[in-house]
């Protein structure tokens, strides 16, 4: 196992697959000559060449288009979206192009594409710079949305979207390309659906996905050291499907939920994972779940504000001991 | 220009250029977060053109390069450098920061920060100005990389057919980001790409503040005349990296060299000089008299404003007691 970081595991993913299969591209603003905006195909354009490593112009619905039209003739695209508030512009290809042409063409045309992009909410970069998207991708039909936690997931899961015949959006964190982590040195494929049991527990499931995966954790070790609460914690590196057994296990096991979000609360992975909970083991429960999320505002520039929208561990904790009744 | 504009303009443009270079020194004292662009080397731009127009009283609206435009428009240096700082006394009460600088009452209608998104803004807000019967016109100043977004195409069309009263100002650097514009984009002279749409449009240095004021001239004329849209090129360059985190280290050193030795501020001082409206000394005093006016007004202001309270998160998130929100008789 090598230590390396989350952009080099992402990286390393899409070097291996572009050297592997003439077919693959990767295409994107800055994706080339500078080497990517989060250093994700540093090297690559040196390696492959222009054709293959493609520095597109600022046109997102346009260069995404043409990703998806590529990949419905055998190109296998891996897009780079600067950052997921760009994603936006694009939300007209990939919803009504790439997630629907398998279902309307009876499963004549597929659109294998790699959507990669940042969301998050960053260090002041203010409203129009730190949406937390995943919720919107994931509520549409005929698209995958996975979204890594760690360096070992981004890779595995790069590598899995790649070979995938099916649109895959990975939505990644701004704030994580310089974490560290072990990674498989042999090839390894994550799997693209399903959850993983980051911490065992007994007494409670604190459900997170990638950066909320790492409050949910700093609160559980809080949490066991200080208040002798023995937390699960569940990475729910699948949003689109969500892993509804998995949601289950655990809470039929702890009897308890939290769910931790970045984004806003409304129409969201927490609003969601309480619905599964609902429909699959309502009368497990102990206690009514709870969600963690960002306040309902676009996000302000002010530092102070900022941090007051956006949860953290010490929200996660305050929530599972207002669970407990310790406060 | 007379030669008293001049005078004042190459104040004004040296206080633009002191203030951002300021704003450099506060990021990395870690005054100012988030995203910041600056202007340096591309002054002439918004000056050459705000002078042919009318600050204050024609709409204006830009990308995230925002903060001179700001201020040529009327707004305050002390509240834009407040909204750096993110205070209360900012701009946008700190809720903005340096992509989204407004001052409506100005009529500086923002600063944003996805790229061609005020294209169709502008069209907007000259449609309305068209409807309103205002004298006032509509200013869009964009990147040469923005041209590459369909809102781009979709807005000169538009304005066409609508004949709105806007004017398109592209600020071609040659760049944007790591990207030199004859990588991304088919033809480097943009103002051919407007052909299609019949728009009249115009290419000039946008280094000679007097070539931008001339040109701008005629642009800012035919669109308050009721003639329609215009497309008005300016060539640029700036003079540092696109952002505070960009390297810069993608353009060749001569190219910067060139560009340099075309200083819009250095062309116009040096031009008062030989015609002897000014001396070398007059100069250093002029640039003095900013640096303390920066020092001792604007930073000391920023500085000292309140952080707005977080019990106000929510405030501006949506209209305060709309009437309509409960329905009812009205
Ligand atoms: C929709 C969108 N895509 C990408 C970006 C990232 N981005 C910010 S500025 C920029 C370059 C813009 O270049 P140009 O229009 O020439 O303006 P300049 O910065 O050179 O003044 C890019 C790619 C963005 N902010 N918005
Ligand atoms: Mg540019």
Known sequence: MAVMMYWEAIRRAQDEELARDPMVIVMGEDVGVAGGT???????????????????????NGFTGLGIGASFIGVRPIIEIMSVNFAWLAMDQIFNSAAKVRYMSGGQLEAPVVIRSP???????????????????MGVAGLRVVTPSNPRQAYGLVKSAVRCNDPVFINEHELMYNMKGEVPDEEYFHPLEGSEVARQGRDVTLFGYNISVHWCLEAAEFLASHHGIDCEVVDLYSLSPLDRAGIKASVSKTHRAIIAEEAEAPVGVGSEVMAIINEEC?????????????????IPYNHRLEKAAIPGAKDVVHAVLKMFGKQ | MTPA???????????ARRFEERCYEAYVERKIGGFLHLYPGQEACAFGVMEAARPGHDYVITGYRDHVHAIKCGADPKAVMAELYGKETGSSKGRGGSMHIFDVEHHFMGGYALVGGPFPLAAG?????????????????????????????????MAKVWNLPVLYVCENNLYGIGTRIDRSTAVIDQYKRVSGYDIPAAQTDGQDIEKVYEAAKIAVDHVRSGKGPYFLELMTYRYRGHSMSDSNAYRPKDEERMWSKRDPIIMLRDR??????????????????????????IIKFAEASPEPSVDELEKYVLADNDPYVRGGKH
């Open chain 1, 119 to 137: 969301g998050g909410t960053a260090h002041q970069l203010g409203a129009q710079h730190s949406a937390r998207m995943e919720k919107v991708f």
């Open chain 2, 272 to 297: 008062l000089i030989e015609a002897k409206q000014i001396t070398l000394d007059d100069y250093k005093a002029m640039d003095t008299a900013v640096l303390e006016e920066i020092e001792n007004e």
């Open chain 1, 282 to 298: 309502f009368f497990e429960l102990d206690a009514a779940p709870v969600r963690v999320s960002a306040r309902n505002v676009p």
């Open chain 1, 38 to 60: 989060y250093k994700a195909t540093k090297g690559l354009y040196e390696k492959y060449g222009a054709e293959r490593v493609i520095d597109t112009p600022i046109s997102e």
């Open chain 2, 5 to 15: 504009d001049k005078k004042r303009v190459l104040r004004e443009m040296l206080f």
């Open chain 2, 125 to 157: 807000i000259a449609k309305g100005l068209k409807m309103k019967g205002s004298d006032a016109i509509s200013i869009c100043f964009l990147g040469d990389a923005a041209n590459n977004q369909g809102t781009f195409h979709e807005s000169l069309n």
